[in-house]
């Protein structure tokens, strides 16, 4: 299977956008849970997001529902999270990880087999 490559974060002021892209997403042979998490500064990680390629169903935190979307983009193995309304606790290492599953259960506890180096996103007030 492919590495997870995350990219996307940046630096951005309250209100503002990104898009955060997991490359070699879903490259395995069976259905999987992909899923985002983030690692605000001297806090432990959080799930963010995930997504069941098996039956695409997603799932959100709810401190970021209605503004984080996870889009699934199977011909280019990439799942991305499209982030909206940026707050400052938004700011975080964020990861993407994958297991093998059916559905995603679970999916917020850290419980993953392949995990990306990360991506850094700065939200400024």
């Known amino acids: 299977q492919m590495q997870l490559a995350e990219s996307g974060g940046g630096s951005v002021q309250a209100g503002g956008s990104l898009r955060l892209s997991c490359a070699g997403s879903g490259t395995g042979s069976s259905t999987s849970c992909i899923a985002w998490f983030r690692q605000p500064p001297g806090k432990e990680r959080e799930g963010v997001a995930a997504?069941?390629?098996?039956?695409?169903?997603?799932k959100y935190a709810d401190s970021v529902k209605d503004r984080f979307t996870v889009i699934r983009h199977g011909a280019k193995s990439t799942l991305y999270l499209q982030m909206n309304s940026l707050r400052p606790e938004d700011t975080g290492m964020y990861y993407c990880?994958?297991?093998?599953?059916?559905?995603?259960?679970?999916?917020?506890?850290?419980?993953?087999?392949?995990w990306g180096q990360g991506t850094q996103v700065t939200v400024s007030s």
């Open positions: 997504y069941a390629t098996g039956v695409g169903t997603t």
């Open positions: 990880a994958e297991r093998e599953a059916s559905v995603c259960s679970n999916w917020w506890k850290p419980s993953y087999d392949r």
